[in-house]
């Protein structure tokens, strides 16, 4: 994948606009490009989080479909263009997400369930019992988990045993926005966030039959699975005027990975967003590893002879990390915006001897442990809320530190620099503090929505706005490395006594 192709047959356009689509886990934007890679119209809304139960977390579907629509509006509206100066459309989602709807009348049966829920973990021990870790890892590429949609999409049909299967669909939120702006006419998924879903055989990158008999999930609700990069569509023209092409479709953490330029062994980035995602390309070969990463797509596209030309990746998935900020705020209500705990981390010299696990959701790579729970340890009298914000701070630090030696240890090639985007890399704080534990340069791009600018390079590239892929990445601005600094001796000391406060957390709950 490092020599990049566009082999589509779209027309070329030497001049035009791309909407890209980034719908996430606590908020949908919409951005508007033009031929020079600028941000000429954007918007933004919050999506609103539905707790039914602790450790269950739902979206509601009509809620991201209104509020896509109605960003898309705005971001054209700000560029101040007209939907037919839009050569094509990106679309990039939060990954395993999953609902099912009526066909007919296009109405969801249920809320999504959200990748944070836990409520399938019963389902996933079970199959972890009956023997199935080993066979699902080697088809899937995957760790048996509550994360994955696969027993999602078990537990909705589960909980709506007489519906008409005929008259029903399933799918990721990709899946199911791209049904909605085509008018119901094309239901598909890409790769990237098909091997999300426990379903979806690595080699082969169709469904795996094995699976959906094990799951009892029938073959005909799921949606197409198609490359990465290729015409997926065109929007309904009663939607905006207009039939733009859908010619790009990723998961977020691997958009983000495109926008980096990561597309070959030795590259890696990681995204703290609402959890913290770290993804390093492998190449075109499935790399397997003994440190419990998973094994997925990174993007995959069409050749000339119709064959697939597929990137892998190793990934760790880290559940809970802007999140525990957002608690910080929300929840504890010591903050009152983000940007405050880089102020209040340095307001003390350390962290007080308090250590924070993030474990709201149970915990992802490297533990794959779902009745894990959050907790501070070692508070005293003198501890100041300074000192808990920090080790929120640092324990957002030590997950990565965790994954990257994971990452090195089934590599043959040491990571040597890491890549950054997503809200948390503002915090100067947390960034160097990543550097002094890596021992390693943490590159800070300009460009701070690489998930969009992903989306957008793939989706212009595939209609022939820009030409190379080679070119677009060069073109990036990097904003600041932080290299590891006098922090480095005290970080790593540290990291022993936090790395013993999550083994305190494992099998919580029973």
Request: some cysteine.
């Amino acid at each position: 994948m490092g020599t990049f192709q566009i082999l589509m047959g779209i027309t070329n356009r030497s001049s035009g606009y791309i909407l890209a689509l980034d719908l996430g886990t606590t908020g949908n934007r919409a951005f508007v490009f033009n031929a020079d890679r600028q941000i000429v119209g954007q918007g933004y809304k919050e999506l609103k989080q539905y707790y039914p139960q602790p450790g269950w977390l739902e979206h509601d579907p009509e809620e991201i479909w209104q509020d896509t629509c109605s960003l898309i509006q705005t971001a054209i509206a700000n560029a101040q263009i007209t939907p037919s100066a839009i050569a094509a459309l990106g679309l990039t989602v939060q990954r395993e997400t999953c609902l099912i709807w009526d066909k007919t009348t296009g109405k969801p049966l249920h809320n999504a369930i959200v990748w944070q829920d836990r409520r399938t973990a019963p389902l996933c021990h079970q199959l972890q019992a009956q023997g199935y870790a080993s066979e699902i890892y080697s088809r899937t590429g995957l760790i048996i988990d509550a994360y994955f949609s696969a027993t999602k999409l078990r537990w909705l049909l589960d909980y709506f045993p007489d519906v008409d299967r005929q008259n029903i669909l399933a799918g990721t939120i990709d899946t199911w926005v791209l049904w909605k702006l085509t008018g119901g006419k094309v239901h598909a998924t890409d790769h990237s966030n098909a091997s999300r879903t426990m379903l979806m055989n690595l080699k082969t990158c169709e469904w795996d039959n094995f699976l959906l008999e094990l799951l009892q999930i029938p073959a005909e609700i799921l949606p197409q699975i198609r490359p990465s990069l290729t015409t997926f569509g065109v929007t309904d023209a009663t939607l905006l005027g207009a039939e733009i092409p859908i010619t790009a479709i990723l998961g977020d953490q691997q958009a983000a990975l495109f926008g980096h330029g990561c597309d070959r062994p030795g590259l890696m980035k990681c995204t703290y967003g609402t959890g913290s995602f770290l993804v390093a390309h492998t190449g075109s070969e499935i790399v397997r590893s003994q440190e419990k990463l998973i094994s997925t797509i990174a993007w995959t596209q069409a050749t000339h002879g119709g064959t697939l030309d597929i990137g892998y990746a190793l990934e760790g998935s880290m559940f809970t990390s802007g999140a525990c900020i957002q608690w910080l705020r929300d929840g504890l209500k010591l903050i009152k915006t983000a940007g405050e705990t880089e102020a209040l981390a340095n307001q003390v010299p350390n962290n007080g001897g308090v250590y924070f696990v993030p474990a709201f959701s149970g915990l992802g790579a490297p533990y794959w442990d779902m009745s894990a729970r959050g907790a501070f340890f070692g508070i005293t009298a003198s501890v100041q809320p300074q000192h808990l914000v920090r080790a929120v701070l640092e324990a957002i630090a030590y997950q990565v530190l965790e994954v990257v030696e994971a990452i090195n240890a089934s590599s043959s090639t040491p990571m040597g620099r890491l890549i950054v985007d997503g809200g948390a890399c503002e915090n100067n704080f947390l960034m160097q503090f990543q550097a002094d534990v890596l021992g390693i340069p943490v590159e800070r791009p300009v460009m701070r929505d690489t998930t969009v600018q992903g989306v957008a390079f793939a989706a212009g590239l595939a209609v022939g706005l820009w030409h190379s892929y080679a070119e677009l990445v060069q073109q990036r601005q990097i904003e600041r490395v932080f290299e590891p600094g006098k922090g480095m001796h005290d970080a790593l000391a540290n990291f022993d006594t936090w790395q013993k406060a999550v083994n305190r957390t494992l099998n919580w709950v029973e």
